[in-house]
């Protein structure tokens, strides 16, 4: 019972003393000393804002967030939400936005899954394992990634053009226009299903908590698959049979310059994913395998002691007491990922920046344009923080 | 690394704007360059610095020997010469399209001598003044010839590849909606990459100035490999760009341009522009300075068209050296005596 616990002298505050307004009173000085500290930091900033209005003022540039409303009249090849040129500069940069979101989100996931396998890979008792994953490491890390980008965009601009297209598979085509997949025609049908499948997961999750619990209680194993399968498989194939099961596959075929239909991933949003992916993945996966070497080695040789086997002593014993080693690190690799998709510009993919700089250009309010490309970056950065901050006290070590 | 390179140039030219102290828009010879006083700055600082394009055949491109050579580049030589009467006192900046208005307008350049389209809006919002337009020029698409394409109205559906921050840019979007034609853009900042996508066949078409689409055909290594597309889709005045709220350095860059054009009017040339001081014709003898004072009411030498016209030459002369041999033509950017668009005022 740790609350009951306390050290009586916690308890036993100082005296209290009456404030003498006297340079001697710590008091006194300390609120002089802040009064002063602020005063400074707030006219710095009252000077710098006053001096860049007053140079705009002088240069005639335009201020205000006006030209937000303005049409933006600039193409952009990507979007997640609705876009075409007539739409607003607001819309134009929150397609930029999105897009940003998109190549950080699924790069964070993707470098995650890939960095940890190599960092695993760098420990393995296989020594050409682990010397190919310390390679990979060490070759990946030390050339800029910038330079990376380029060279995987170039890359992929050496495939062959869409009317040579290569075919791996029915409905498959690789050119320099990007991948082309075979996809359908997305409708009501096909969203309840995977909003089935989404509630079905988080019931799934409840459950398995549950049977954990009593498990405890009674020692009585209760898997969670049947549930599992009735739940996220079952549950949505059932509502799209009953909608109608509407499927009508929309398969990419060449027509005229390009491949028309089907689900298309560019070069650009490519070669980015891919080269911050790699990246990325050179850094967590040492950052893995120093949580891994940080569990001390006695818990390996309890954990075999009571019979179990090597896996499940990798994913039971120690990569959970590996996380609280490895995830404070890993937050700074998920803001850098985030960060760095801003090198984007360099190969043609219109993430925020992109479409920020081209905002600004055409407009000229470069201190907007440059105000709104740090309050996207700093929202995605400071989401990422307090998720990662939330997650990281969770795991946290519990003290008894 | 958090921001691309351009960006981070931005960001500092913002900083700039923010951090100059105000005093310096009164003090003449500010080394900033506030508005109101550049010619005394640019004397002050002893060189000219001129926003240029980052390589552009014909207009601005470094050669073999490192050298920048371009009809832009003469414009920028040509100022020099006549604030400094030495053409060499000229320190040029390449900008990519995206920074050059920062550039100019945070005081990093004087002047924008790089195939600036000159638009109202750029005109008012942005704080810039155009004072002369020195080449008319159109919007067009280049396409390989293998595609089998002839006219813009084939290109739907292509992919089409494009500088963003350009008035390129929103041309296209307004083509593609009037001529009810679709594409895809891919939008690179940097021309050498753009350039290089296009010839990588990532796009079918590349749409710039119709004059920047010749000088990009004639720096391949099998030009006939390209093909220029008949249409022209906007109207694309080349204008040299400075900052708004100083007009006597707008008048410097303005006069400068229409000593080009009137120096071929009346055939001074760069060779003959010596013995051109015994010529009768008075405005002649005026634009060589031996009459009529022209010179100090700009602020600048007496003898400024000489230097001038020494350091490079007559306007049809500049176009000659540098666009001819990139297979542009005259077309507008002819003589107003010889059915095209460039006239000067009088020198008087």
Known sequence: ?400 | MAFGLSAMRTLAAAFAIGTAAPALAQAPAAPSGGPANTLDAVKARGTLACGVNTGLAGFAQPDSQGVWRGFDVEYCRALAAAIFGDANKVKLVSTTAQVRFTALQSGEVDVLSRNTTWTLSRDTSLGLDFPAINFFDGQGFMVKTSLGVKAAKELDGATICVAPGTTTEQNLADWSRSAAVKFTPVVIERLEEIVAAFVAGRCDAYTTDISGLAATRAAQTKPTDYLILPDVISKEPLALGVRQGDARFADIVRWTHYLLLAAEEFGITQANVDSMMTDPRPEVQRIVGKTGGLGPMLGLADNWGVTVLKAVGNYGEVFKRHLEPIGIQRGPNAQWNKGGLQYAPPFR
């Open chain 1, 1 to 400: 019972m740790p609350e009951s616990v306390t050290d009586p002298r916690q308890l036993r505050l100082p005296p209290k003393r009456p404030i003498r307004l006297s340079w001697s009173d710590e008091r006194v000085r300390g609120i002089v000393w802040q009064v002063v500290v602020v005063g400074i930091v707030g006219s710095l900033f009252w000077w710098l804002w006053s001096n860049t209005a007053h140079n705009l003022a002088v240069r005639r540039i335009a201020t205000g967030f006006e030209f937000l409303r303005r049409e933006a009249g600039l193409p952009i090849a990507e979007h997640l939400v609705d876009y075409n040129p007539t739409d607003t500069y607001f819309r134009a940069l929150l397609v930029g936005f999105l897009n940003t979101l998109k190549v950080a989100v699924v790069g964070i996931v993707l470098a995650t899954i890939l960095g940890t396998l190599i960092g695993i890979a760098r420990l393995s008792r296989n020594w050409l394992l682990a010397k190919l994953a310390a390679v990979y490491v060490e070759v990946i890390r030390d050339l800029p990634l910038l330079l990376q980008l380029l060279f995987w965009y170039a890359l992929l601009q050496g495939l062959p053009g869409p009317r040579q297209a290569m075919n791996p598979a029915e409905g498959v085509f690789l050119s320099n226009r990007g991948l082309k997949l075979p996809w359908f025609e997305w409708t009501d049908a096909h969203s309840f299903a995977l909003l089935a499948f989404v509630l079905g997961a988080i019931a799934t999750w409840l459950y398995a908590r549950q049977a954990t619990a009593k498990r405890l209680l009674d020692g009585r194993k209760r898997p969670a698959w049947p549930f599992a399968l009735l739940a996220m498989l079952a549950a949505p194939i059932g509502i799209w049979a009953v909608m109608g099961a509407p499927f009508t596959p929309d398969i990419p075929k060449l027509r005229g310059f390009n491949f028309q239909g089907g689900l298309n991933i560019s070069p650009e949003y490519f070669a980015l994913l891919i080269g911050l992916v790699t990246y990325t993945a050179g850094f967590v996966a040492e950052i893995v395998r120093a949580g891994i070497q940080a569990v001390p080695h006695g818990q390996w040789e309890a954990a075999q002691a009571l019979g179990l086997h090597r896996g499940q002593v990798l994913r039971q014993i120690v990569l959970p007491q590996a996380l609280r080693v490895i995830i404070p690190p890993m937050t700074s690799q998920y803001l850098n990922i985030t960060k760095n998709s801003s090198l984007a510009v360099a190969i043609g993919y219109q993430d925020i920046v992109s479409i920020a700089n081209t905002t600004l250009n055409q407009t000229g309010q470069a201190i907007e344009g440059i105000a709104i490309i740090m309050l996207v970056y700093l929202t995605i950065s400071l989401s990422i923080s307090l998720f990662m901050n939330w997650y990281n006290g969770r795991i946290a070590l519990v003290e008894r």
